[in-house]
C-alpha cells in the first residue's frame, strides 16, 4: 500500500533556527508528494510539491523540501523559522486507483517556533 | 474571490439525525473531495467526484452519502448510521483527478458535533 509516514507528532525550534519537519513515503512507481500547512480551524494551504526533476523544492512562505529517493523521504525545511511559522504540517503522497487521483496524508506534525 | 466555501462552520445535532454539509467552489475544478479530519489521525478521505454526477467512496465511505448534480456543489450528508460522527469536515477540489501531479485546494472545513 502507499503511504506517508511523520515520525514527529511536534517539532519545536527556537525563532531564527532552522527548520526540518520530516516525512518518509513508500510507494510503488514514480512518487508524487506534496506538502500542506494547516492553521488552527482552518483548512489545508498547498505548500509545495514535487512531480519530477530537481530534488530540492521551493514553495511558499521561503519552505523547501528535498526529495531523497535513496532514503525514501520527502522532508520539509526553511533556513530561518518565524514564530508565525507555528501550525501543523501535513505530507501527502499521491495515490493513483484507477478511478481516479487521490491524495493519502500523513497524521501530521506539529510545528511550535517560540522566540 | 475564488475559492472553496463551506457552511457552517460550526454545526450542532442530536444523534440519530442526519446533516447535510455545503461545500461549493468557484474554481472551474472538475474534482471534489470530502475529508474528515480527527487529532492525531490525519486527513481521511470519504468520497471523491471526478466529474458531474459521479462520485466514489473513498477509505471510510460509511455512514456517509454525497451528490454531485453541478459542477460547483458536493454536499456531504452525514446520516445516522455514522457512529462517531463529532468531526472536522474539509471539502477539497483540484482541477481534474486524472493528472497525477495537481494540487488540490481546500476549504476552510465545517465543526460537527453529535450530541
Known amino acids: 500500500a502507499q503511504s506517508v509516514a511523520q515520525p514527529e507528532d511536534q517539532v519545536n525550534v527556537a525563532e531564527g533556527n532552522p527548520l526540518t519537519v520530516k516525512c518518509t513515503y513508500s510507494?510503488?512507481?514514480?512518487?508524487?508528494l506534496f506538502w500542506y500547512v494547516q492553521y488552527p480551524n482552518r483548512g489545508l494551504q498547498f505548500l509545495l510539491k514535487?512531480?519530477?526533476?530537481?530534488?530540492l523544492v521551493k514553495g511558499s512562505y521561503g519552505f523547501e523540501a528535498e526529495f531523497n529517493k535513496s532514503q525514501t523521504s520527502f522532508h520539509l525545511k526553511k533556513p530561518s523559522a518565524l514564530v508565525s511559522d507555528s501550525a501543523l504540517y501535513f505530507c501527502?503522497?499521491?495515490?493513483?486507483?484507477?478511478?481516479?487521483?487521490?491524495?493519502?496524508f500523513g497524521t501530521g506534525t506539529q510545528l511550535k517556533v517560540e522566540l | 474571490d475564488g475559492g472553496i466555501t463551506q457552511s457552517p462552520k460550526y454545526l450542532f445535532r442530536k444523534e440519530g439525525q442526519n446533516v447535510t454539509l455545503s461545500c461549493e467552489q468557484n474554481?472551474?475544478?472538475?474534482?471534489m473531495y470530502w475529508y474528515r479530519q480527527d487529532p492525531g489521525q490525519g486527513l481521511r478521505l470519504i468520497y471523491y467526484?471526478?466529474?458531474?454526477?459521479?462520485?466514489q467512496k473513498g477509505d471510510i465511505a460509511e455512514g456517509y452519502s454525497v451528490s454531485r448534480e453541478k459542477k460547483e456543489s458536493f454536499p456531504l450528508t452525514v446520516t445516522s448510521a455514522q457512529k462517531n460522527p463529532t468531526a472536522f469536515y474539509l471539502c477539497?477540489?483540484?482541477?481534474?483527478?486524472?493528472?497525477?501531479?495537481?494540487?488540490?485546494?481546500f476549504g476552510p472545513g465545517t465543526r460537527l458535533t453529535v450530541t
Open positions: 510507494v510503488s512507481g514514480n512518487p508524487y
Open positions: 467526484s471526478q466529474i458531474v454526477n459521479d462520485f
Open positions: 514535487y512531480i519530477t526533476g530537481d530534488n
Open positions: 477539497a477540489s483540484s482541477i481534474n483527478a486524472a493528472e497525477a501531479g495537481v494540487e488540490q485546494y
Open positions: 474554481l472551474n475544478h472538475d474534482a
Open positions: 501527502a503522497v499521491r495515490v493513483f486507483t484507477g478511478g481516479g487521483n487521490k491524495l493519502t
